[in-house]
Every structure is written in structure tokens, then in C-alpha cells.
């Protein structure tokens, strides 16, 4: 006899009970396909050797900087040209974005990509013991990147 109750469709799913809400990132749009595998590959074990003991302030520089090498390294290689969707299409248009939300909604996935590619976790908790999260320090930093109020 076969049973009437719903299996859940993802491992998540199953673990919650809701389903997944965060939007997986398409396989080719990565950060490895706009900077070279060898770049991408010393930046995960940069991430991997830095992050597990890092301050958060310091980190989030650390991932914005590698962030915006990539849009200079997407401009030089695709310019104007770049695929609709790509990785270096959304790293153009975040860099001429200045609200860090608009930001987040080109790179976001690529950061949490780039966390999930090293395995290290971009949760954190403060000494109050709110949760944050080291993506979203990065984003900031990343769209306030030439904001200097002392000029």
C-alpha cells in the first residue's frame, strides 16, 4: 500500500519543513569564470586560512577588494559584450550601483558562492548574539568602495 503523505522534494525541505527560499546560483555564474581558476583558487584558500579566526570589519574589505577586481578584470575581458545573466555582466552593473540592496541583487549569489566554494560559513554572531552575516558586511563595503566623507 502506498503512502498519502508528501515527501519533501529537497534535503532542506525536509529538515525545516519549508521550502528552499534562497535562489541557487546557475552553475557558470561564478567568479571563477570571470577572474582565471588559478586566481579563483588562491582567493578560496586565502578565504579558507583567513576566515574561520577573522574580524568581520577586516574580512569584509578583504572579500569586497577581491570583488572588485573581478569587475576590473569583467570590464577588460568583456566590456559592453558581456552575456545577459553572466557573472561579469552582474559584477559590471553592481560596480555602477551605489545602493548596497541594488548591489546585493546583482553579486549577492556570487559572494555566497564564493564562501560556499572555500567551505566557510559568512554567519556570524555579535557579542549581543545577533546574527549577521559576512556577505552582507561584504556587499556594503563593496558599494561604498570610493565613499570617503572625509574629502
Same mark, same amino acid.
Given at each position: *500500500?502506498?503512502? =498519502?503523505?508528501?515527501?519533501? =522534494?529537497?534535503?532542506?525541505?525536509?529538515?525545516?519543513?519549508?521550502?528552499?527560499?534562497?535562489? #541557487?546560483?546557475?552553475?557558470?555564474?561564478?567568479? $571563477? +569564470?570571470?577572474?582565471?581558476? /588559478?586566481?579563483? $583558487?588562491?582567493?578560496?584558500? *586565502?578565504? #579558507? $586560512?583567513?576566515?574561520?579566526? %577573522?574580524?568581520?570589519?577586516?574580512? +569584509?574589505?578583504?572579500?569586497? %577588494?577581491?570583488?572588485?577586481?573581478?569587475? /576590473?578584470?569583467?570590464?577588460?575581458?568583456? %566590456?559592453?559584450?558581456?552575456?545577459?545573466?553572466?557573472? !561579469?555582466? +552582474?559584477?559590471?552593473?553592481?560596480?555602477?550601483?551605489?545602493?548596497?540592496?541594488?548591489?546585493?541583487?546583482?553579486? !549577492?549569489?556570487?559572494?555566497? #558562492?564564493?564562501?560556499?566554494?572555500? =567551505?566557510?560559513?559568512?554567519? #556570524?554572531?555579535?557579542?549581543?548574539?545577533?546574527?549577521?552575516?559576512?556577505?552582507?558586511?561584504?556587499? /556594503?563595503?563593496?558599494?561604498?568602495?570610493?565613499? *570617503?566623507?572625509? /574629502?
Amino acid at each position: *500500500m502506498a503512502s =498519502k503523505t508528501r515527501r519533501p =522534494k529537497t534535503r532542506r525541505e525536509a529538515a525545516t519543513g519549508r521550502p528552499r527560499s534562497r535562489v #541557487r546560483s546557475l552553475p557558470g555564474r561564478t567568479l $571563477s +569564470s570571470v577572474v582565471s581558476a /588559478e586566481t579563483y $583558487s588562491v582567493w578560496l584558500e *586565502m578565504l #579558507r $586560512s583567513l576566515v574561520p579566526d %577573522g574580524r568581520t570589519h577586516r574580512l +569584509s574589505i578583504v572579500v569586497a %577588494g577581491l570583488l572588485r577586481h573581478a569587475v /576590473e578584470v569583467a570590464v577588460a575581458r568583456f %566590456g559592453d559584450t558581456a552575456p545577459e545573466r553572466s557573472a !561579469a555582466a +552582474s559584477l559590471i552593473r553592481a560596480a555602477e550601483e551605489g545602493d548596497p540592496e541594488q548591489v546585493a541583487d546583482h553579486i !549577492a549569489d556570487l559572494a555566497e #558562492r564564493l564562501f560556499r566554494d572555500a =567551505k566557510v560559513t559568512g554567519r #556570524r554572531v555579535n557579542a549581543q548574539g545577533d546574527e549577521y552575516n559576512l556577505n552582507d558586511s561584504s556587499i /556594503e563595503d563593496f558599494a561604498s568602495w570610493y565613499a *570617503m566623507p572625509w /574629502e
